[in-house]
């Protein structure tokens, strides 16, 4: 068995995953799944956020189907009602009926504009686990978002973002450029996260940062640095420094490019993303062309993926994939989360050991070890 | 392992179940599918019904596709010609093999303006099995009519019928008022069949009942009176009494709502209905209106089978379901229901013993002892 | 477990298929599936083709969808670069990296106007093995063909093929005629090909003949020579003899009706075909009569191909299908396939013993051992 998560493995329940945007809850119910598992969600009249399991205890009649009567949700089947914690406070076809029952609920934090929720053993759903993502809702800086559906695992999805090597080949007419592909970089790891650093000194940006920063074709420093946060965050910190810049023009322009990562089932992925920025703020011009650029990378990421998990689907994973140097970012978080899940997947105390130095003799990875090296 | 049916407990075949409305067997072939199997029919020149498996037994090719010569039925592959009776009456590309050969049949039952079909055991289609539902092609009767194919298992629709608890909901529009679902209701078992017996005294109707019968809001009993009577009907007496009727009225309207329910596949289910009623006979004003609210009352029901459906297959039923008092009826009948498709499965004399009073002790049921007086 | 090959016998990987026809490979790449694994072809510089299998050793993105380069093919997701052979030559995201990887290529001859492929153990790929049909580029012949994706296993289609008994029933406005079906036929094995001989002597033909020939109702000799040459090929000699020649008229019209039979997964089928003839050449009346007959006869075995396929898939083969004698050729094809499938599967020296007599047991068949002569 693989130390490396793939598609087949179980989806990571013990984790903060973003349900929503902060801006989708409102006063409609809104069904949307959660590894696995449907969950309705609107906003209470004191502005929270309910998050209950979409499942009717009783006849498994969907709630999101149901009526929001003030704070309360009524089941549209036989009209159990439950109060926005999932306790059911009325059984009108059992009137006298004092049993207690509840429809299932999550931690759930909102925060940074989006919706945080827990989907597993709420014991452990530590607030302070939440990765802080600030520059969604802050003063100084300004963001386009969007959201993806991809047709594959969410291991898939988060392995592309780890690896900047593609861009020169899936994304060339954008994002890539040559001199990126074989680029060094360095990994490291960090309290279970994983940061990929790259920086590509005098040289050209590709199109959809040459056109918001106005640099053109000129030659400057490209400093990228990503981080795995959790199965449910990539984060990217993206500065040009411009060692020369023109009178009144900034020598740093910094891009966040945030993707919220959130496993639908396990063959598809919710994908909420946003690249937010700290320069021509409040700009017209910008949102547009940004937007269609990065909606056209991510699509590509779309198409890929699809394509890759259906071939995977169809001939299965017996197949044996080789790894390149280029893979070490993204191998080092297929074995974390493969690590997170046997330990779900484990009654305590039991489970295989994994040592930690093992993705350095997965095949074919120690023949570069030159790439540990920035 | 539940003593319940649900949707993964094999179909019940020993049974006898509507095939058709005897208005569609003609000089056309015609396939439908019964409990997993499909079956062709149509009507011989002297004027009764064939029903023959829609499977070749040659080469599987269907028959239902072959050629109505007479009474005999060719296959269009390689032109075996089978008796209505399965009986294959000429081999034309193996003329000299004489060896006996069937298509497989089914005992079948033209009765009441229905095609019976008995899809398990011949030895066990005894004709005294099929219930009576006389007002269909009666004196004195009017009746409107549908059909609606289900999405969902037999037991989800059954359950859905043996439960009034949920008019004031699903169907708040139309069949239900708030008054009716908490109304106390009697349940009992007679010769395995169960019935379920509500009466709601000085009430105004809902309006499916109340613009046929002009009664207007005028409080008046409506007593209602459901039988399972096997896995393939569900039939209800519907009786409103005005107890001081204007001059000229009756004080009794009667309706009876039949549901033939025939399983097509595991999960999915034909729905033969039919409401009868014995006044206003011949008024050309009451099939429109019936029909309407009929078919909207259904499509809610329908709608919501395909959302339960949909939810436990895609998230199991380990969910574990908890029930109501007013699902006693529902809960007897499950019961049944597991109890016949037990004895099919089971080798003679074999089988687990399910005692009489097992739903008493399911979760949560006895909490609710004064559910059982009316 | 039977000894004929059916839908669920796992699909024989050591034989010759077509993959496509030569004029199908150019510049451009093409992805198709061959016995459940998706290959990707295209005409190299020097005009030979190149077949690698459509699957990124990497990350199993499809070579397909990537970049010809030359005669190399680059893979589009992070740009490892594959020779002809399926020899990677250069790996950009990783360029100190000097491991032997390959991309997995196939044995392919192109011969005959098609380009054949050898999906099983390549030691095994013997290119004696491949079966000459001249006729498709050869001088004195004129052809039409079409290709034919089935909804259906190759076993199916390959019983269709060696079963001429169906043309009196699915053809019957076409190929078929009341005599044919009940013509005697001769069945011989040689070499583990079947040939399924019938002469129809003094008869007229059928509109699909006759209207060629120009022979209208003339009663000919009608000599048909089917042979299973292989799990990929199917091919008839059909000769029409005219004992009394018009003047000018040949005595002879020679018709070769091929049919190239490549499985693509287990259930569906690609059927490239071609009829040839020896009359008639370059007679532009002709291509257009004779595609569209033939085209309406291969869309009937489709779609009932089409429907067999559909009622085994979801009812199942313990049904038991019967034999008939006109049956012999395909069960003797089926015996042969499955003993092929045997052995593929099979460890060395294991496996159990195909005894060469059990068709002869198989149900029913010895009622009519007349069916053995001419
Ligand atoms: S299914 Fe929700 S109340 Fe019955
Ligand atoms: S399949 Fe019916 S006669 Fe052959
Ligand atoms: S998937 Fe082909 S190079 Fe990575």
Not at 23 to 49: M, P, W
Not at 180 to 198: M, T
Not at 214 to 241: A, C, F, I, Q
Request: glycine share 8%; proline share 8%.
């Amino acid at each position: 068995m693989s130390v490396l998560a793939d598609r087949e493995t179980p989806l990571i329940r013990n984790c903060w995953y973003v349900l929503a945007l902060a801006s989708e809850a409102d006063r409609t119910l809104r069904s949307r799944k959660v590894a696995g598992q449907a969950v309705v969600f609107y906003r209470r009249l004191d502005g929270n956020v309910a998050v209950l399991r979409d499942r009717c205890p009783h006849r498994s009649f969907p709630l999101s189907k149901g009526i929001l009567d003030g704070d309360r949700l009524i089941c549209n089947y036989h009209g159990l009602t439950f109060a926005p914690d999932g306790r059911c406070i009325a059984k009108p076809t059992d009137p006298t009926n004092a049993a207690p029952l509840s429809a299932g609920t999550y931690p759930v934090v909102e925060r940074d504009a989006v919706i945080w929720i827990w989907p597993g053993d709420p014991a452990l759903a530590d607030e302070a686990l939440i990765p802080a993502v600030p520059w969604l809702a802050q003063d100084g800086w300004d963001l386009v978002s969007g959201y993806l559906r991809f047709p594959a695992n969410y291991v898939a999805l988060h392995e592309n973002l780890m690896d900047l090597s593609h861009f020169a080949f899936l994304h060339a007419g954008n994002i890539g450029t040559p001199a990126y592909a074989a680029a060094p970089f360095r990994v490291k790891v960090e309290d279970g996260r994983i940061n990929l650093r790259r920086v590509l000194e005098n040289a050209p940006l590709p199109s959809l940062l040459s056109v918001p920063t106005e640099l053109g074709d000129k030659p400057v420093t490209r400093e990228t640095d990503t981080w795995w946060m959790s199965p449910g965050l990539n984060l990217t910190h993206s500065n040009v420094h411009d060692p020369d810049p023109a009178p009144g023009r900034p020598g740093t322009y910094a891009f966040k490019v945030i993707h919220f990562i959130t496993p639908e089932t396990q063959n598809s992925t919710h994908n909420f993303w946003a690249v937010a920025r700290d320069f021509r703020l409040g700009d017209p011009a910008i949102p547009e062309h940004t937007q269609a650029s990065f909606k056209v990378a991510f699509q590509e990421d779309l198409e890929a993926l699809d394509w890759i998990e259906t071939l995977q689907g169809e001939e299965g994973l017996e197949f044996g994939e080789i790894h390149l140097g280029s893979d070490r970012g993204g191998l080092l978080m297929r074995r974390e989360m493969k690590r997170r899940a046997w330990r779900e997947a484990a009654p305590a105390g039991s489970g295989p050991a994994v040592r930690s130095d093992v993705v350095g003799q997965a095949r074919r990875l120690d023949d570069h070890p030159s790439e540990e090296a920035a």
